[in-house]
């Protein structure tokens, strides 16, 4: 238990401080924006504006400091479905508070924009980008790409030619086609529209190429980083714990990747955009719900900038937009119902049935079915044989059910609460099979029956 706690507070605890920071950081005005509200210069230092600003930056540390120490009381559960349940519920809990937060004082300065008028001469209508979408844009090379790709279908390639372990073959396969895939997501940023402000066009290039190149430098490290990752990994097919360290390694590189690319960003727009732009500037507040939803159906892109910082939004005047942002929704609302059902797969007692023709190991459903005649040993053992590494399925502290690697058997598949012995070691079919019963008293009758 100790190990998966700390396993989930490593990996969760980085979530903190990019919804902290990334959202706190839109109280600093940029591109005449401020808290997700288009304002003009002179208005960003009035009383009332700043009074909401205030507000904002309380209630955010009132909700977000106190959530580091609810990471605390999962290391004293006692099962590690209601340790996962309570971790994804309180990362549900600052993926969607900050949010909460922001998007009830953005609405107070919309309030106070429309009561003193504070909208732009431009608002409603769309300000000329022609002569920035003309130039041209410099790229990086393909070839910096093309290598990390290469690179990814290595494991690839030698998996097909040597191993009919399908399992590892697909988990190779998926990262060479992440690998691939970053190289056309790359291109993807030219055919957005420029940084566009006002009719300034210096002003509009100079940001323009600062979130392109910040961009870049992001799929060229995520390129690289996910096809090393894929030779990485390929050691270590066999222990999942290397295997997670080195998969923790790589999302912290890419959070602290883009991390420094999207601060990069948002310093920059702030500091490009700290004069006065005067009257004439862009404002479409009225295309962006709570400040954070893109809704536009007179805009036929399906991505757009966000307008602060480097990320993109859909438009959800798109219908497949409107899809993948149910579906994304619906895997946030879902993270907890993860740990409850991890929970049932923790407490649900092993069974195991002998009938006439086949024996099963159950639990949750048919774990595994053996046709008696495929049996070629059985044997009683009262000490479970230590197990080196999980290869996949389950390794709680009194669980174990999927494919293991265990001393002196090699690859096994185990179906077995590990505090309840005996255990019944099955060969059969070239596999190797250890099973119990939660009852100890009907493990060892299945023995007999299968011995005698």
Known sequence: MLVINIIFAVSFIPIWPIMYFIIRNNAEPKKNILL?????QSAHGDHDVQSIVKSFRKWLNLVMLPMLALLVPPFFLSTAGAATTWFMTWMLLIIVLPFVIFGIHREKLMRLKRENNWRGEAAGRALADIKAAAIPARKIKGVWFLLAVVMSLIPVVYALLTSSDWENLLVYA?????TAIFWPSYHLIFRLRSELINEDLTLTLALTRIRRNNWGKFWLV???ATGAL????????DSSIAFLIVILLYTLLLICVSMYAEFST???????????????????????????????PNDNHFFVNDRVGMNLSCNLAKFSAKLIM??????????????????????????????????TARHTGDAYVILLGDIES???????????????????????????????????????????????????????????????????????????
Do not use: H
């Open 36 to 40: 997700g509200a288009t304002l003009p």
């Open 230 to 237: 894929n030779l990485l990994i390929w050691p270590f097919d």
């Open 378 to 452: 059985v044997e009683l053992v009262d000490e479970m044989p230590y197990i080196l590494s999980k290869n996949n399925g389950f390794g709680f502290p009194n669980l174990n059910k999927g494919r293991f690697t265990a001393l002196s058997y090699g690859s096994v598949f185990l179906c077995v609460q590990v505090k309840d012995p005996p255990f019944l070691i099955v060969a059969a079919g070239g596999n190797t099979y250890i099973f119990n019963d939660a009852d100890p008293g009907v493990t060892r009758d299945v023995f007999w029956r299968l011995s005698g």
């Open 266 to 296: 948002r310093i920059a727009q702030q500091k490009l955009t700290a004069g006065d732009t005067g009257e004439l500037y862009l404002d479409e507040d009225d295309y962006w719900f709570l400040g954070m939803f893109y809704y536009n």
């Open 174 to 178: 998926t990262f060479a086609v992440m």
């Open 222 to 224: 995520a390129t690289w």
């Open 326 to 359: 149910g579906f994304a929704v619906l895997c946030i609302i879902a993270m907890p119902f993860l740990g409850i059902w991890l929970w049932k797969e923790e407490v649900t007692p092993t069974r195991l049935v002998l009938s006439d023709t086949v024996l």
